[in-house]
Nanobody, 123 residues
């Protein structure tokens, strides 16, 4: 059964770091585009970053220079390293499997969503 499971969320102070993991089961993750999305209370789900099977990456402008997406094919896992976190990064973070990884990181191009992991940035 195809499944994506996110982990690594938590409560951190502004300026600190977190690393999120997206572990795949039921399929070989390195053959697919994987995206990270987030949804804050009362807001639409937005694309954060995506990575292709060839490790080409795209980032939302709001996270460029602070977040880094990567993949470990041996562990069938994609990571999102989040540095210099800000209170506005607070959201539930989801990973998903997709068909297009471009600058828009449109959620319509992604499916097979994980259950999400909560990230809270607060002092």
């Amino acid at each position: 059964q195809l499944q994506l499971v996110e982990s690594g969320g938590g409560l951190v102070q502004p300026g600190k770091s977190l690393r999120l993991s997206c572990a795949a089961s039921g399929f070989t993750l390195n053959s697919y585009i994987i995206g990270w999305f987030r949804q804050a209370p009362g807001k639409e789900r937005e694309g954060v970053s995506c990575i292709t099977s060839g490790s080409i990456t795209n980032y939302a402008n709001s996270v460029k220079g602070r977040f880094t997406i990567s993949r470990d094919n041996a562990k069938n896992t994609v990571y999102l390293q989040m540095d210099s976190l800000k209170p506005e990064d607070t959201a539930i973070y989801y990973c998903a499997r997709g068909y297009v990884c471009d600058a828009r990181i449109g959620k319509a191009n992604f499916g097979s969503w994980g259950q999400g992991t909560q990230v809270t940035v607060s002092s």
